[in-house]
């Protein structure tokens, strides 16, 4: 098994709404953020090569939306999913799977493209299968008022109406190495998935634990649709993680890639950080 990171863009978030409840008094000690409140995001994929199949999970902003649009989240080093591949010598046409781990813009919107002059959205792999839980497709086409500013059909929907996607309804194994689970905090069927690499378990973090500041149980996103749920959710796996001593790689920590986990008396912490080259 080889593992890539891929990162297509970087980006800008509100730091308030990244940390929640927590004032920026305490999280700006450990956080840089900008004269606008701003903190740097990565849009860090991850490419899992194995056997004769080239896994892909999430897909970065994508550039089906306005620079208007775009213009709000600050988008910097924005190299395209395309140009992000090949410079780790993989083309679109080797991916085989593209595991959405949901359908927000940011997870999804480099998923699909524009075709016939912008009229109609496509695949963006010819020769992948996509994946996405029952329970977020299901979300995103009927949005709550918290979360549709996130859903935009043209990511996702050719997915479906040509037949190249296919439904996660429960915890399982993907394939050898990884399995899925899914979470409910930040929203629905959120996918999860573990990998079995170097004798270790790797946790794609996605929105789930969006970066190491993000790992204290109060430190939950403004995002999330149930707070007290992802703190359920956060609690159970961080004891698990730290019992099996998990690697966690995080798709959104503009500084740390991956980390390792300790018990203190405020609670698990990040222990280490590193990159998966250190694994």
Not at 61 to 67: A, C, T, V
Not at 71 to 100: C, M, Q, W
Not at 241 to 267: I, P
Request: net charge negative; hydrophobic share 35%.
């Amino acid at each position: 098994m080889k593992l890539v990171s891929i990162i297509p863009e970087n980006f800008k978030m509100d730091g308030g709404a990244c940390f929640g409840v927590v004032p920026k008094s305490i999280w700006s000690k450990h956080v840089e953020s900008d004269e606008n409140n701003l903190v740097k995001f990565s849009s860090r994929c991850l490419l899992v090569d194995i056997d004769d199949r080239r896994i892909l999970i999430d897909t970065g902003i994508g550039n089906k939306q306005s620079e208007k649009y775009y213009s709000y989240f600050h988008p910097f080093d924005r190299i395209g999913l395309e140009k992000a591949l090949e410079r780790e010598g993989y083309a679109l046409e080797n991916i085989t799977d593209v595991l959405l781990t949901h359908l927000h813009f940011d997870h999804v919107g480099g998923a699909t493209r524009w075709a016939n002059n912008g009229n109609i959205s496509e695949a963006v792999f010819p020769n992948a299968t996509y994946y996405c839980s029952k329970a977020q497709w299901d979300t995103a086409n009927n949005p709550n008022p918290r979360e549709k500013a996130s859903y935009f059909p043209e990511n996702y929907l050719s997915l479906y109406e040509e037949g190249r996607l296919e439904f996660i309804y429960e915890n399982k194994a993907f394939c050898k190495g990884i399995d899925l689970e899914l979470k409910y905090g930040h929203t629905e069927g959120q996918i999860i998935p573990l990998i079995k690499y170097e004798g270790k378990t790797l946790v794609f973090m996605a929105d789930f634990i969006s970066s190491v500041m993000n790992i204290p149980l109060a430190y939950v996103p403004s995002f999330d649709v149930d707070p007290l749920k992802s703190m359920e959710e956060k609690k159970e796996f961080l004891e698990r993680a730290y019992s099996n001593d998990y690697v966690l790689y995080f798709e959104h920590d503009y500084d740390n890639e991956c980390c390792s986990l300790e018990k203190t008396e405020k609670g698990i912490r990040a222990k280490a950080t590193f990159t998966l080259n250190d694994i």
